[in-house]
């Protein structure tokens, strides 16, 4: 009996430890490298350095906003990373010039 509940306790403890591992995405584009870890138990993603945001998921895909002040600009980017091919696109916009950019990345897990 003792050797039963031990047993059970080791299985449970690793299916714990296995949920809550991050997913971590090494994103390539044209201009540099990002790092995109997805942690699915709290919705949460961060991208780059940033802190964590929220993300909302819709079938395959899973998008998510930022906000970030540079030089005196507000930047909002849009990030939607479709996960069966790892495709992601970001749309940055700048608030004070109006100026929009669109930035698209391939990316694969990095574990």
């Known amino acids: ?63 998510w906003h930022t906000t970030s002040q540079q030089n005196n600009q507000t930047l909002v980017r849009s990030f939607i990373f479709h996960k069966p091919s790892g495709k992601m696109s970001v749309k940055s916009d700048n608030m004070i010039t109006s100026v929009e950019q669109m930035y698209y990345y391939e990316c694969a897990i990095n574990q």
């Open 1 to 63: 009996m003792k050797t039963l509940l031990k047993f059970n306790l080791i299985i449970l403890s690793t299916i714990s430890i296995a949920n809550a591992n991050p997913t971590k995405y090494l994103c390539s584009g044209d201009t540099n490298y990002l790092y995109v870890t997805f942690d699915t138990d709290k919705k949460s993603v961060i991208a780059g350095t940033s802190n964590p945001h929220e993300y909302f998921s819709q079938t395959d895909f899973r998008f």
